[in-house]
Every structure is written in structure tokens, then in C-alpha cells.
């Protein structure tokens, strides 16, 4: 059974911030004209450490300087935000005591209407703000931003960064969650290649399509190889975002999986750039017609791919997950390893029904989804369509939102559930 876990915002002041943990504080003594100081051992230690701390600084000058150098430390430490547990503590300087300071992100669904609203506090007598989140789980991740004054920003204080369509995020990921070991790229291996875009007129769809093509290192048209088509492909080909190429070159190098095509379909328009992505991926029979038909023969014919549903992979997020699962249940003679993550099915809720009213088809599939502000319910739903159908499944679920740092992290899942060795 799935555990729903609740989590609450409590937002701090000087003489509550502390009380929200259980750890009782503790304090160094350095020899310094303060007797009290910060204790540096742990990120815990450290934020358990500054009430006390704070109080030894009896005028405005020195708790003032004090708070810069609390910041100081902490930014110089990457304890920013300060991290334990299921806990963090997002902490801003600001020149104004009077500052708005928000945090937006995944963990409120970047709305000013969802829980938890994050504002932080001043702390008195300094130029430090700061507030408390309480995560789902002490594995979550979330990217998010500040807003100061009504200005979006990243926290100059974290260097964490998670790139998103929309450019770059600051990143949490609490005191257990653990990053993938395939998503950066080695300085050194064996590596693959992606070619330039290349151009297929679709008259199914009466327009042209862009795609690219990676090749395994090694690879020899004397051989055979399994494929993978993904939708957005410019964002699953992209190194900052999906990062499909660096996994599987990664996993190939580790000799975890079989060498694979991958197979790239940009939705946006070869002149205009205009994205399709919402009438290409939702309940369009035509765009089926074109991945099963016109695509794959291309592919068959200008590289060497074992010809079998077996073998043959069509990937998906979001509204490219309704498109996986569409596709799957449409064309099984061509697509039998289903790829779906935090698929989008309130967009097209009759992809519940289609599945449980048609006979159980030759697929294996992958699908997850994160819990934050994610698409949990229908994935969940879904999920148990499947399994009451008999379906070869692997589903997961992740304390995450809605972002590519979250269906990155799960790539080399995939490619190692559809194509280990």
C-alpha cells in the first residue's frame, strides 16, 4: 500500500524556530570575546546552535554582524539551505528588515493558492530571513525560486542548480535523497553519437517533423539494435535536462545495458518552431499512424534496428505519457516496451477507459510518477488498471514534483528495465 504522507509549513520567528525540532541544542566554545559560538560539525548542529549564539550578541552592531557572518558560513559550507532530516531551512540576507521573501517551487506547485505557502521571517536585529519546510519525506527533492519584493531570483546562496523548460532552478534534495549515478557526464569512456536534426515529411500529418539519432558507441550496421523513440526528444536529448545520451552512454560504458538506438522526436515546427506537443500527444491517431508507420520504417531502413515489438520503445512525460500509453494500447505490433512518466491523463481521462475495456496486449511498462504537485492520483489509477489487467509493470512514485530533474533521475530505471543486459 502507498502511504500519503502529510507535511505542514510552520513559519519561524526567533522564539519558535527551534521549538519545531526535536534535537536539544548544542554549543562550542572557541576562545574568542564571545563565549558563545556556532558549532560546525553538522548542518543540525549548526542551525541548533544559533539561538544561544544569537542572544551573547547584546548591541545592534554586533547582532548585525553577527547575522552576516552566520550567512557567511553557511553559504561558504553550501548549508544553504540548511538541510537535516526531512527538514530545511531556506535562509536569505536582505538590506530591508521590512523585505517580502516567498519560496515558490514544486513543493507548492508554484502557486501562491497551494500548501505550503513559504514567507520568511526577519530575524530581530539582523539582516537574515529565514523559514522552516518541513518535507514530505527526508528522500524529497524540489526545485523552487525566491521572491523578493515580487521579483523571482534564484538563491544566490545555493549553487545547487536544476534546469527545467524554462531555464534553471534552485534545488533542495533533503538530508536522504539520493542522485542518480548515471546523470553526469564522465570526462572520459567510450561514448556515442547524436546527429543534427534530420527532416521526415509526415502525410499522415501533412507536415515535417525533426528527430536525431543516437548511435551506441561501436555501433556496426552488421548488427542489430533495440530502439527507443521519446517525444519532446529535444528536451530528453538535452544534457541538462533529460539527459538521455550521457545515461545510456554511462550504462553502456558500466556494461549494464545491450547498446540501443534512440530515436529523438522534436514536436516543434522545423521553420516556425511552433510546439505541437499538445495536439501531437493527446488522443491523435494520425500522429500514431505517423510514430508506427512513417518514423519507424524510416529508422528500419536508415539504420540497423531488430524489427520487433520486443525491442521497440516509445518514451513519454507528461502529455508525451498519454502519448506513450496511447500509442502502446494502438500499436503493440510495433511498440511493446512502454515508457510513461508523470503522465498527464486528467488531460485525456478516457485513457482510463480504453485500457480497461480492451483485451490485455503484449506490453511491458514503465511508469512513475512524482508526489508533490504531480500526477500521482491518475498514475495511480492507471496503475491499477494495469495490474488488474495483467500487465507486465514496473511503477514507481517519488517524493518530487513536476520537473526534468525528477524524469532524469529515472532514466537509467528505464533503459535498465527495457535493455539490461
Not at 542572544?55 to 553550501?78: L, N
Not at 534552485?170 to 535523497?177: M, N, P, V
Not at 478516457?350 to 503484449?362: E, G, Q, R, V
Request: include cysteine.
Amino acid at each position: 500500500m502507498i502511504q500519503k504522507v502529510k507535511f505542514s509549513l510552520l513559519i519561524i520567528s526567533l522564539s519558535t524556530i527551534f521549538t519545531a525540532c526535536s534535537e536539544t541544542p548544542e554549543l562550542t566554545l572557541q576562545p574568542t570575546m564571545m563565549k558563545q559560538t556556532i558549532d560546525m560539525s553538522s548542518p543540525s548542529k549548526f542551525y541548533h546552535s544559533l539561538p544561544n549564539a544569537i542572544k551573547e550578541r547584546k548591541t545592534p552592531e554586533k547582532m548585525s554582524a553577527f547575522g552576516d557572518s552566520i550567512y557567511q558560513v553557511a553559504k561558504a559550507k553550501q548549508w544553504i539551505p540548511i538541510v537535516f532530516g526531512d527538514t530545511a531551512i531556506f535562509l536569505y540576507k536582505h538590506t530591508s528588515e521590512s523585505a517580502k521573501i516567498q519560496v515558490f517551487g514544486d513543493l507548492n506547485g508554484w502557486s501562491d493558492t497551494k500548501t505550503p505557502q513559504i514567507t520568511l521571517s526577519n530575524i530581530t536585529g539582523t539582516k537574515l530571513f529565514w523559514a522552516i519546510y518541513k518535507a514530505p519525506s527526508a528522500t524529497t527533492r524540489v526545485d523552487y525560486k525566491l521572491v523578493v519584493n515580487g521579483t523571482w531570483v534564484l538563491d544566490p546562496a545555493n549553487n545547487r542548480l536544476a534546469w527545467g523548460g524554462f531555464g534553471p532552478n534552485s534545488e533542495l534534495a533533503l538530508g536522504e535523497y539520493v542522485y542518480s549515478q548515471y546523470v553526469n557526464e564522465r570526462t572520459s569512456g567510450n561514448k556515442g553519437t547524436l546527429s543534427p536534426n534530420q527532416k521526415i515529411h509526415s502525410d499522415s500529418l501533412n507536415y515535417d517533423i525533426n528527430y536525431k539519432v543516437y548511435l551506441p558507441n561501436g555501433y556496426v550496421r552488421s548488427e542489430k539494435y533495440p530502439v527507443l523513440f521519446t517525444t519532446d526528444g529535444q528536451e530528453y536529448s538535452d544534457k541538462q535536462l533529460g539527459a538521455t545520451t550521457i545515461v545510456a552512454d554511462n550504462l553502456l560504458m558500466d556494461n549494464k545495458i545491450k547498446p540501443i538506438i534512440i530515436v529523438f522526436v522534436d514536436p516543434r515546427d522545423p521553420i516556425t518552431a511552433t510546439n505541437k506537443r499538445m495536439t501531437e500527444y493527446v488522443n491523435n491517431r494520425k500522429f500514431t499512424a505517423f510514430l508506427a508507420v512513417e518514423l519507424y520504417n524510416k529508422i528500419k531502413t536508415d539504420y540497423s534496428i531488430i524489427d520487433t515489438p520486443e525491442q521497440t520503445a516509445i518514451l513519454g512525460t507528461s502529455l508525451g505519457g498519454i502519448n506513450s500509453a496511447f500509442t502502446g494500447i494502438l500499436r503493440p505490433d510495433v511498440f511493446g516496451l512502454i515508457g510513461i512518466q508523470s503522465p498527464a491523463f486528467w488531460y485525456y481521462p478516457d485513457i482510463h477507459n480504453l485500457y480497461a475495456s480492451t483485451p490485455t496486449k503484449k506490453l511491458k511498462i514503465y511508469m512513475d510518477t512524482g508526489t508533490i504537485y504531480d500526477t500521482q492520483a491518475d498514475a495511480l489509477q492507471m496503475e491499477n488498471t494495469m495490474s488488474s489487467k495483467g500487465y507486465q509493470l514496473q511503477y514507481g512514485e517519488y517524493d518530487e514534483g513536476h520537473s526534468w530533474a525528477n524524469w532524469r533521475a529515472r532514466i537509467d530505471d528505464i533503459l535498465l528495465y527495457f535493455f539490461a543486459h
